[in-house]
């Protein structure tokens, strides 16, 4: 069992339950990012140009990469919208969360870090006429706009989740990527954050063992963690020798 594929479930179940009476899309990977045309250096989305706001910091806002080490995990090209897509969100704000899982193949003790940090970065190298991040204020948030031009012209989550997955599945380590979108309310962005903590408590955990050679198990702020996931300590065994 995969060091995160607790949490990969957590959201299979979390699908499962939000897709009951909500209105859901779902797309199939289809390399539309590509025909999309880029911004470049002048892709600013300034606020009387906004068609709308992701993740504003007055709004729910959530971001986070999960991966698993079985393809079968993952419905590779597969992008679910639970809430409002934006050619139907002009002229609002929405609460944001994007939850991207990817299957991945060659992590181990001495790379896994390293390859996370990758996959995260890939989040600013989305080049998109009319989409601009505006802002990653803190940890596991993401603030974005979409001007009014783009939304006219057809921009979608369908666009953007292929983009993205166009940037990911460049990485010869990937093998499938699958991404969530919810914009249905503040409280169904909440509802993942729990998930999303545990989450991060692994990858803080994976952190410490690629920074610390020796293993300091009983004073270590992570141990708890270490404890409970499957992989972890035998990581860090692996990583001492």
């Known amino acids: 069992m995969g060091i995160l594929d607790a949490a990969i479930g957590r959201i299979?179940?979390?699908?499962?339950?939000?897709?009951?009476?909500?209105?859901?899309?779902?797309?199939?990977?289809?390399?539309?990012?590509?025909?999309?045309?880029?911004?470049?250096?002048?892709n600013i989305v300034l606020g009387h140009d906004t068609g709308t706001e992701l993740g504003n910091p007055r709004q729910e806002s959530l971001s986070l990469?999960?991966?698993?080490?079985?393809?079968?995990?993952?419905?590779?090209?597969?992008?679910?919208?639970?809430?409002?897509?934006?050619?139907?969100?002009?002229?609002?704000?929405?609460?944001?969360?994007?939850?991207?899982?990817?299957?991945?193949?060659?992590?181990?003790?001495?790379?896994?870090?390293?390859?996370?940090?990758?996959?995260?970065?890939?989040?600013?190298?989305?080049?998109?006429?009319g989409y601009m991040m505006r802002a990653v204020s803190q940890y596991q948030r993401e603030w974005s706009r979409v001007s009014r031009i783009a939304l006219e012209n057809g921009f979608s989550f369908s666009i953007l989740g292929s983009a993205l997955m166009d940037r990911m599945k460049a990485k010869e380590y990937i093998d499938g990527v699958e991404i969530l979108f919810v914009t249905e309310s503040p409280e169904a962005v909440r509802e993942l954050r729990e998930v999303a903590n545990d989450a991060m408590s692994i990858i803080g955990a994976l952190n410490r063992i690629n920074e610390e050679i020796e293993a300091n198990c009983p004073t270590c702020d992570y141990r708890a963690v270490c404890d409970a996931v499957d992989g972890l300590r035998e990581m860090h065994a692996a990583r001492s020798k």
Request: aromatic share 10%; charged share 25%.
């Open 65 to 129: 990469i999960l991966w698993a080490d079985e393809q079968a995990r993952i419905q590779d090209g597969r992008i679910t919208v639970i809430g409002p897509d934006l050619p139907d969100a002009q002229g609002k704000s929405l609460p944001f969360a994007k939850i991207v899982m990817v299957a991945v193949h060659g992590f181990d003790e001495e790379n896994t870090c390293d390859r996370w940090q990758e996959m995260d970065l890939l989040r600013f190298d989305i080049d998109l006429a």
């Open 12 to 42: 299979r179940d979390y699908m499962s339950r939000q897709c009951q009476g909500q209105p859901v899309a779902t797309f199939l990977y289809d390399g539309t990012g590509r025909t999309w045309p880029a911004g470049g250096k002048n």
